[in-house]
């Protein structure tokens, strides 16, 4: 496929995902490196998640899971925001977190929480 093709692809399948203001937000990678930010929408929406084989639900847990697992807490904000936005409740989200906490431990899986708690708090504000 065409890196055109890609990234409008990619664009169309984050927009489902997120909300104005989440894509806002993170449309910020495009001043500190436009390349980047291709990569990012090309190949992380464009390629991945628009994969036929995998609900963008499902897709959502893998995600969850790996940030978690990784420890990776400063991206795990915007894809529980995602994880609500395809679908996934809050009670799910925090089944997932419950259970990694078997596989990663207590520190990552209670981080994740009170991540997730301030998501939840924030949407219900909204």
Partial sequence: M???NRYDLGIS???KMVSNEALENIEQMKTISPD???????????DLYS???LSNTKRVIVTLTSLITQGAFEQLEFHIR????????KDEIKEIIIH???????????QAMMIAGKVFEEVTEE
Avoid: D, H, Q
């Fill in 82 to 89: 995602a994880a609500l936005n395809v679908g996934l409740t």
């Fill in 100 to 110: 990694c906490s078997g596989y990663v431990g207590f520190p990552k899986a209670c």
């Fill in 51 to 53: 994969r036929e084989g």
């Fill in 36 to 46: 980047f930010w291709e990569m990012i929408i090309s190949f992380g929406y464009g």
């Fill in 2 to 4: 065409e890196n055109n």
């Fill in 13 to 15: 399948t984050i927009k």
